[in-house]
Every structure is written in C-alpha cells, then in structure tokens.
C-alpha cells in the first residue's frame, strides 16, 4: 500500500488554511468599514453577492466540465496524446483544440489546469491558450472587412505563434 507523500499532504493543508484565512480577512475587512460607513459597505456587499449570483452559474457549469473531464479523460490518454511524449501529435491537438474551443477563457483555466495535472505539456496549454484566438466563427466576417488573403496570413501568423509561444514558455518555465 502507498503512504502518502507528506510535503503533497501538508501543502494541501496550507492552502485549505490559506482559503479559510482569506475568508475571514474579507469578513473582518467587511465587519471593519461596516463600522465607518454602514451605506457604502452594504451597498459593497450588496454588489459582491450580485456579482457571486451572476457567477454561480459559470462557476457549476466549470465544475460539470472538470467532473466530466476526470470521469472520461484518462490520465494514459493525457500522457499518450498530450503528454511529454507527444510530440508534433500533441501540438496539433492543442492548437486544433484552442481554435475549436467555445466560451469564455476562464472556464478553460480549470479544466486545462487539470489535464496538467494528468501529464498535459506546458507547452500544449500555452499553445492551446494562444490558439484561441483564431475564431472560425468570426472568419467570415473578417473576409468580408479585410479580405481572404489578411485573413489567411492572419490566422496563419496566429497558428504558427500560438506554437512558439508555447515552445518559449516550456522553455521558460524549465529555467
């Protein structure tokens, strides 16, 4: 049988501890101006809880996400096809991926966050990350203001450097 591995137990711990400590710095902070300007810090709080509604939503859905995500993306597929033995294979994954990726970025952030943790390359999430930034629904309408040939080296431009960015940033992040 395996025993946990103390450092990874403890730093787990910490950072359960840290959550908790920053709840209670935001409360006592709350509690403090309550105290020298009840109007204002309601009206704060106030915004804060319609800002937590607007988020709930988001934050389950980046939650079904991850739970699908550990349900059927196993870790041997990570390795296997995004992993550090990838190679051209796994490139072509991530950037393929980034361009078909919908919604907003931050629900991107938890779930390649996780495939990390499975063995996912740096390299592939930067590369994954920057490739966002071709949007095949958006194409047409920039042919139609710029022209096909600034559309095509564009995109290009945008594939080609959303693969050094994460060359470069596996590079850095090494170092």
């Known amino acids: 049988m395996n025993k946990p591995d103390i450092k990874q137990t403890s730093s787990k711990n910490e950072s359960v501890w840290g959550v908790y400590l920053f709840?209670?710095?935001?409360?006592?902070?709350?509690?403090?101006?309550?105290l020298f300007?009840?109007?204002?810090?309601?009206?704060?709080?106030?915004?804060?809880?319609?800002m937590l509604k607007k988020l709930l939503p988001?934050?389950?859905?980046?939650?079904?996400?991850?739970?699908?995500?550990?349900?059927?993306?196993k870790p041997s597929w990570v390795k296997n096809h995004v992993g550090e033995g990838s190679g051209w294979k796994g490139v072509f994954i991530a950037v393929i991926g980034g361009i078909l990726s919908m919604?907003?970025?931050?629900?991107?952030?938890?779930?390649?966050?996780?495939?990390?943790?499975?063995?996912?390359?740096?390299?592939?999430?930067?590369?994954?990350?920057?490739?966002?930034?071709?949007?095949p629904q958006l194409l047409p309408l920039m042919v139609y203001y710029f022209g096909w040939v600034y559309a095509l080296v564009l995109v290009v431009y945008l594939i080609i450097f959303s693969v050094l960015n994460g060359f470069v940033t596996e590079r850095l992040m090494r170092h």
């Open 103 to 135: 919604g907003p970025i931050y629900v991107w952030y938890g779930v390649l966050h996780d495939l990390q943790k499975k063995g996912m390359r740096t390299s592939l999430v930067a590369s994954f990350l920057y490739a966002r930034s071709v949007k």
């Open 23 to 34: 709840l209670l710095l935001v409360i006592f902070i709350y509690l403090l101006l309550f």
């Open 58 to 73: 988001i934050l389950a859905l980046v939650s079904c996400f991850i739970f699908l995500n550990n349900l059927l993306v």
């Open 37 to 50: 300007d009840p109007a204002r810090t309601g009206a704060a709080l106030q915004f804060s809880l319609s």
